[in-house]
């Protein structure tokens, strides 16, 4: 079940699962749409190195490491946002740090990420296969944004870049580990 925007603000207040910063408490306003809430772009930007090698491997640390190793990291300002050229593709994370704890007795949630109809029709992918933030899930949510248009495309940080659509998972999942828990970089945890 997809829950509305005053159900996401009633869960807020219960402490259900946590958005820091808060969203606000007017779920008519912005950053809430009816069955979503939107997510703002953090101002920290991974740029993978085009002088890749020719094949990943990421039986060696997995992909944070390797990020580490084979991109360069951009802060961007509203003086200086990151221009995405067409083709191109960067990873950055949310402003916001979600959390959907299995520490209580329920109910649990888990969520989407999906892309803005507005950035899309700029030929904007903010996400590719990786849409899902699994119940137990606490950290900021990395993007994985790609230039599919015809033009440059500015990035700024605090700009609405993705949407959240939260769903009740039914029953208590059994918490699995993850390499991405508590992130707070694009690329992961080392």
Known sequence: MILSNIEILNCLEAGHFKIDPSPGADPGKSPFNTSAIDLHLSNQIIVPKTDQPVSVDLSEGGIAKYLANNSDAHSITDHQPYQLSR????????????????????????????????????????????????????????????????????????????????????????????????????AGNI
């Open 87 to 186: 083709h191109e593709f960067v990873l950055a994370n949310t402003v916001e740090r979600v959390s959907f704890s299995l520490s209580n007795d329920g109910p649990f949630f888990a969520a989407r990420v999906e892309g803005r109809s507005s950035l899309a029709r700029c030929g904007i992918l903010v996400h590719f296969t990786a849409p899902v933030i699994h119940a137990g899930f606490e950290g900021t949510i990395t993007l994985e944004i790609t230039n599919l248009g015809f033009a440059t495309f500015t990035l700024r940080p605090g700009m609405a870049i993705c949407q959240l659509v939260i769903e009740e998972v039914k029953g208590k999942p059994m918490m699995a580990s993850s390499q991405f828990q508590g992130q707070s970089s694009p």
